[in-house]
């Protein structure tokens, strides 16, 4: 496939999702840019994906309004002349126990982070092969995608689902040259980890074998990489980015106090 021209980055208000928008244009990526409440983040990542020399174009999406929510990736792709790269970022989660979980959380949850992915790259992918120039489809999972967590049983539920949904449409979309991967953080320093603006290297994080959170930019360049001619033999893969998190395990690995676990 040629490079890119065109992206939608859903959920790209603040936090990885403005650090994806921004990383594509800066790679000469014209972005179309979704919010779910925060306009005012829209318009602040707008204004750095222009600053970056590239064309945007920003809607609302809330992913509780489905299947109708998802018409937004049309919307984008009409008014930014076509879609080549989809980023499924647009995220929500729970802190509860599942025993004590209403139906109503588990589905707000679901919808958002599996229903919501589903219906984009279903969009998006028709666009794709509507053009016949391929594609990338990157959804953002989690390392939740592959190990678990107390009190966040829809959450990793969604990421678990929407791993092997990256697996199907992988195979689904080959034919079409629309590869479709996941990537899957580990602790970043975001709005949603309560952490905007914090510079990671700060905080330090004695389970992690590098020692601290990520940045939302060290997402974003792996997001770039895979939107990138030179990711194009890369399909149905999870790159995991998580500052080797998982091999610690990631319950256990925010419970550490010290590092005597380095020692022999």
Known sequence: MNAPLYAVVTGSDSGIGKAIAVALAGGGVDVGI?????????????????QAGARCAVRQLDLTDLPGAAAVVDEL??????????????????????????YATWRSVLSVDLDGA??????????????????????????????????????????????????????ELSEHGITVNSVAPGEISTPMTGQEDVDPHTEPRHGVPLG????????????????TPAASYLTGASIVVDGGMSLMGPQASQLMTDEKWRQI
């Open 212 to 227: 601290r959170p990520g940045h939302a930019k060290e997402v974003a360049a792996v997001v770039a990489f895979l939107a």
């Open 118 to 171: 589903f219906l984009c790259a279903q969009r998006a992918a028709r666009r794709m092969i509507a053009a016949g120039r391929g594609g990338r489809i990157i959804n953002i999972t989690s390392v939740h995608e592959h190990l678990p967590r107390v009190g966040a049983a829809p959450y990793c539920a969604a990421k678990a689902g929407l791993g092997a949904l990256t697996q199907v449409l992988a195979l």
């Open 34 to 50: 979704t919010y779910h409440q925060d306009s005012a983040g829209a318009i602040r990542t707008a204004e750095e994906v222009r």
């Open 77 to 102: 792709a009409d008014e930014l002349g076509g879609v080549d790269v989809l980023v499924n970022c647009a995220g929500t989660g729970s802190s509860e126990k599942a025993l004590d979980m209403d």
